[in-house]
């Protein structure tokens, strides 16, 4: 216990440095209030919206997004990283198909996904699926093919089925790899939905900020910054401690 709030504190130190530099430059006069207000505004701000069912709605439609667009890349992305590792022809189709496609900056697609989908939750949730399901196909692709075959072998010699070697050898073993693939998603996810948001939303924490822009409220645009933020600390947290959990028996628990 002692360890883990060591730790924690070690990782808000650099965070609590930059807003008490932030806080001062504000009460230093060196930037205008109207501008950069002060994080001291912008947390009262937030702890206020935080008691109204209006903000809490908004948070609750990014979540929703968010998580849906996460799940559905994390199940193509296991999907398609187990087929191209697993198989040699579904690699020589898949390989290249990432090659072309990972590159390209998914925010681009949004407009057309919008002309498909709408401009409700399915063309939002696309977009973030389309944009998280890549690291986490990369870092199953790359576990899976790093499994030693000779385990593979002495499995299939045992008599267990191809079915069985992916779900009992080949998923464990790539968990670790797996498992990073995910908290990289995650981020991803975070920045792909708020920009979403932004772009056409009637509801959401990026269509808060828009609208606070376009009125010239500042702390009230900041508001949904630090939401996002917040919200993706606490859901990376719940990651890295589910990893912890699924991997004491790798001798890996950071």
């Given amino acids: 216990m002692a360890r883990a709030l060591k730790l924690a504190l070690l990782h808000l130190y650099p965070v609590a440095l930059l807003l008490a530099a932030w806080e001062a430059s504000v009460a230093a006069g ?4 109207i501008l950069l207000p002060a994080p001291s505004a912008v947390f009262a701000r937030l702890f206020e919206l935080l008691q109204t069912a209006a903000f809490l709605e908004h948070v609750a439609q990014t979540l929703v997004r968010l998580s849906a667009g996460l799940a559905i890349a994390t199940a193509l992305g296991l999907a398609l990283g187990l087929a191209a590792a697993a198989s040699h022809p579904a690699g020589r189709m898949i390989q290249p198909l990432v090659r072309v496609l990972a590159p390209i900056p998914k925010i681009a697609l949004y407009p057309a996904l919008i002309l498909i989908l709408g401009f409700d939750h399915a063309s939002k949730i696309a ?8 690291p986490i196909l990369f870092a199953t692709y790359h576990g899976a093919r790093m499994v030693e075959p000779k385990l593979l072998w002495s499995a299939r010699a045992a008599g267990t089925s191809p079915r069985a070697c992916v779900f009992k050898i080949v998923l464990p073993a790539a968990l ?9 998603a995650l981020v991803i996810s975070c920045v792909v939905v708020f920009l979403a948001e932004m772009i056409s939303s009637t509801d959401g924490l990026g269509h808060l900020l828009i609208r606070a822009a376009r009125a010239f409220r500042t702390v009230d645009m ?28 790798y001798g890996e628990a950071r």
């Fill in 127 to 134: 977009l973030v699926a389309a944009d998280a399901v890549f």
């Fill in 222 to 249: 900041f508001v949904p910054l630090v939401t996002i933020s917040l919200l993706g600390l606490a859901l990376n947290a719940l990651v890295a401690a589910g990893r912890r959990r699924l991997l004491a028996g």
């Fill in 30 to 33: 060196l930037v205008r209030k």
């Fill in 176 to 184: 670790p790899s797996i498992l990073t693939g995910f908290r990289i």
